[in-house]
């Protein structure tokens, strides 16, 4: 029974955990008590105003809640001390307080989360969007510093450092601006900024005043080969001078960021197409155009009214909401899904602010509406402008949107980037890009319909990351380059195509169409020569290749006396000299020592001690050793001798039968012609090295090419001679590299060798107009890719490599060696040298005995009888 009540106790208290709502809501809903207000308006900004701004307030906002107010009610309380600390009971609460107490209130607000609308001065840092709503009062003509405060504390203007022209009479008329511009705060997280401010002085006339602009604007010019990112901050009405000066000074690159304000007296026939007329595509450019009404009266009851309009309203519509929602579900249902005092604070914000953009009439007098340039790659979208040759008074390099607005209710509302560029790049429009294939840069593989379906290659690597990088897509239209194609030449087949690739010769449709202007660029590979005579640019080296020579490997030293090898010719002389001089000296102890049992029979003759220190040369040992210590010291000394001999002798064998030596070669080409074997030379046609030669002071180049035969095929090339060493080949090491791993593929061993030396190095680039604008941002990205190695390693993955007869493959060919006849010749011709001179001396030996021994037994049987 007992088990039966705990059992019912815990089921009913897991009940009640899943009825009620983790997070505990602790703020009434609407439906059952009213919204509190509070109103502060600061005793000391009446008395500065010198009117009673209170009781205006009382009044309007009693009208607008009892005439407005259909849903549900609201709780006012009103304060002229702004040091009033507001409870948590309350929902929002309106203050009309100047820049410093709406900022100090607000801190206050935040401990209690009460949501604050805040009336105040002009120059104040606008409150976090997202929790209040602040509106400034600014005078007719006293924009900019609210404007420069609002672009820094929403983020419209992301710079570090920024160069300010302005009209001397507007800052002398907005003492302000120069602060704004300035202002760093920690708790709108606002990063401090550097200014240069120059003051243009109006006074000045034509020729003068454009002098005076050039000065300015002269010291941030860019140099010829570094575009600094810069930022420009115009508030003139000298702005069509300042854009003409700029333009001849190349200030509209793709790094730069140009804000222009449009006065207000320019504003009614400003068109910016016109003024930009002469800028080309890549430039940064805003406008800021005063919509500002000029028979607008903007006064303070005009925005409280405005302001308590919008709250009331936003506040009978969230009780009607919740009275609709809680007509349709439980108690327990709401209290689970009813707003929380955040969520109701954010929702009635966002009511204002919506009620305030369509209705507001007096809070937003002031009104500048900006409009940026979209130029990147324009000159591709509007191909088809470009047959037509008529001009017009409008830049088609040149879009502009209206991205939003500025008002003081609201500060910015825009729903574009003002400089989209910086952050987007091409934003994702397509470039027609011209190319042609070209292995291993380009490699082209296209359908039965001639349509590139897939490409790859370094050149087209590094294509597809800049268009990952630069935000854009693009079209390859491969150009007609049968001038370009080794193998449709006349007279050649594709059997006889020379092996490699060639940088030097670009197409000439390619050059055609890059001249045109037709194509964002050109993905080839092409070798960088004299860029400041073509008619277009060149990026920086996507790669740097070196030309060498290639010549038939040298061969192996003989083996035959491998196993004199070891030991030079004077260590053999004294090994040899050693031996003889030791067996004498052995005979001589064994001979003097005074015992007669000391002395061994073995050794009593000199040929006998010879073949006993021979056979300890050769470790075989001896029959007898000497009894004397003398005899005894002799022969322990001559055995160290011989471990240390045999020692050496057997690891220098192994090392000599282990790596094998090679007759000299020629490693640099101040060698070749000392070698009168090598009797022709050949030269790829079309090289740079060809004309670099026309230009060095190094004669064996000179002399080179003086007596190399130029060929273009394959049949030309003649790699046969170079295999038999009668030839020797210049051209980029990675297309010999590419012979050297063919035929090692064919005969399964390195028949050649490539020259130790590098020289001439030819510098490879990407083609791009010669009026390109982004020439400077691609070179940056390349610079990017070579720092990051992704460059690199497309070489390795796409350029031949020496893999099979490098260092590393010839040390492993050395670990798996196999001992082969022609290392083992030299022991079998010991051993036939030893038999020979075993024949000869048995030979000689039956001689003796023949004619001496013989002859000599005769004459003592003679003699004995």
């Known amino acids: 029974m007992k088990f039966s009540g705990y059992l019912f106790s815990l089921l009913c208290g897991l009940k009640l955990l899943f009825l009620v709502p983790a997070r505990a809501n602790d703020f009434s809903s609407f439906l059952s008590a009213n919204a509190s ?90 409150l976090p969007l997202n929790r209040a709503l602040m509106i400034p009062m600014v005078d007719h003509g006293d924009e900019f510093p609210q404007i420069v405060l609002d672009a820094k504390v929403q983020g419209i203007f992301k710079w570090k450092a920024v160069v300010v022209l302005v009209d001397q009479s507007i800052l002398e008329s907005n003492p302000m601006l120069v602060k704004s511009i300035v202002h760093e705060s920690t708790t709108n997280h606002i990063p401090p900024i550097s200014v240069i401010l120059y003051k243009i002085n109006e006074k000045l006339r034509g020729q003068q005043k454009r002098a005076a602009l050039r000065e300015a604007l002269a010291q941030f010019a860019p140099l010829k080969h570094e575009l600094k990112r810069q930022n420009f901050l115009v508030i003139s009405k000298f702005h069509e001078d300042i854009i003409e000066i700029a333009e001849t000074l190349s200030m ?6 140009w804000m222009f304000f449009v006065l207000d007296e320019l504003r009614r026939d400003f068109d910016a197409n016109t003024v930009t007329i002469n800028l080309d595509e890549g430039a940064n450019i805003a406008f800021a155009l005063n919509e500002t009404v000029a028979n607008c009266v903007d006064t303070l009851n005009c925005t409280i009214t405005e302001v ?46 919506d009620y305030l953009k369509l209705n507001s009439k007096c809070a937003s007098c002031a009104r500048w509406r900006f409009e940026t340039a979209i130029t990147w790659g324009k000159s591709q979208e509007n191909r088809k402008y470009r047959q037509a040759p008529t001009r017009t008074s409008k830049n088609r390099n040149f879009e502009f949107l209206n991205i939003g607005y500025w008002s003081p209710l609201l500060g910015f509302n825009c729903r574009e980037l003002t400089f989209p560029h910086i952050e987007h790049h091409f934003r994702n429009i397509t470039m027609d890009i011209v190319t042609v294939h070209n292995p291993p840069w380009q490699i082209l593989t296209k359908d039965s319909r001639g349509v590139i379906v897939e490409h790859k290659g370094i050149v087209m690597e590094i294509l597809k990351e800049l268009s990952r990088a630069l935000n854009f897509s693009y079209y390859l239209h491969e150009a007609n380059s049968h001038e370009y194609q080794p193998s449709l030449i006349q007279g050649t087949n594709d059997s006889d195509e020379l092996m490699g690739s060639m940088t030097y010769r670009i197409p000439y449709r390619v050059v055609e169409l890059v001249q045109h202007n037709d194509y964002f660029m050109a993905a080839v590979a092409a070798t960088i020569d004299e860029p400041h005579k073509k008619r277009f640019n060149y990026t920086q080296p996507i790669s740097v290749q070196k030309y060498t020579f290639i010549l038939r490997q040298p061969d192996e030293v003989s083996r035959i006396y491998l196993f004199m090898a070891p030991f030079t010719l004077e260590t053999w002389g004294c090994l040899a000299g050693i031996t003889l001089l030791t067996a004498p000296m052995l005979y001589a102890v064994n001979r003097l020592v005074p015992l007669q049992e000391l002395q061994i029979k073995g050794l009593s003759t000199v040929k006998n001690c010879f073949w006993y220190i021979y056979g300890a040369l050769l470790q075989q040992g001896g029959m007898y050793l000497p009894r004397a210590d003398s005899g005894r010291l002799v022969v322990g000394f001559w055995w160290i001798v011989v471990i240390v001999l045999v020692t050496t002798y057997c690891g220098n064998l192994v090392a000599f039968l282990t790596f094998p030596k090679f007759q000299p070669g020629i490693d640099y080409l101040s060698q070749l012609f000392n070698h009168k074997e090598i009797k022709q030379y050949g030269l790829r046609n079309g090289t740079f090295f060809e004309k670099y030669v026309e230009t060095t002071t190094r004669q064996e180049f000179k002399r080179f090419v003086e007596s190399a035969a130029i060929y273009n095929t394959a049949q ?74 992704f460059i690199e390693r497309w070489h390795k993955i796409n350029l031949p490599s020496m893999d099979k007869c490098n260092v590393k493959n010839v040390q492993r060919q050395i670990t798996n060696h196999k001992v082969n006849m022609d290392d083992m010749q030299g022991c079998f011709m010991v051993l036939l040298f030893g038999i020979i001179a075993a024949l000869l001396i048995t030979c000689f030996e039956f001689w003796y005995h023949r004619l001496v021994v013989v002859k000599r037994q005769r004459k003592n049987i003679t003699f004995a009888n």
């Open 252 to 257: 509209f690159h793709v790094n730069n960021q």
């Open 716 to 789: 030309g090339e003649n790699v046969e001679a170079v295999k038999h060493g009668d030839r020797i080949n210049i051209d980029w090491r990675i297309n010999l590299q590419l012979i050297v791993q063919q035929h090692f593929e064919v005969d399964k061993e390195c028949r050649f060798a490539l020259g130790k030396e590098d020289f001439v190095d030819e510098q490879i680039g990407l083609i791009v107009p010669s009026s390109s604008a982004y020439l400077h941002l691609i070179n940056q990205h390349i610079d990017r890719l070579f720092r990051m190695g």
């Open 37 to 126: 207000l509070a109103v502060v308006v600061d005793y000391e900004y009446m008395a500065t105003h010198r009117q009673n701004i209170m009781a205006h307030f009382e009044k309007i906002l009693s009208d607008i809640v009892r005439e407005n107010m259909k849903n549900g009610g609201i709780n006012v309380r009103y304060f002229t001390w702004n040091s009033i600390k507001i409870k948590k009971d309350f929902l929002a609460a309106i203050t009309v307080a100047d820049c410093e107490n709406t900022w100090n209130f607000y801190k206050t607000t935040q401990r209690t989360s009460v949501l604050l609308i805040a009336i105040t001065d002009s120059d104040c840092p606008r």
């Open 308 to 353: 308590s309009m919008a709250l009331v309203t936003s506040l009978s519509r969230m009780i009607l909401e919740e009275q609709s929602i809680y007509g349709k579900i439980s108690d327990e249902e709401w209290e689970s899904i009813r707003f929380t005092k955040q969520e109701k604070q954010d929702e009635m914000l966002e009511y204002m602010k």
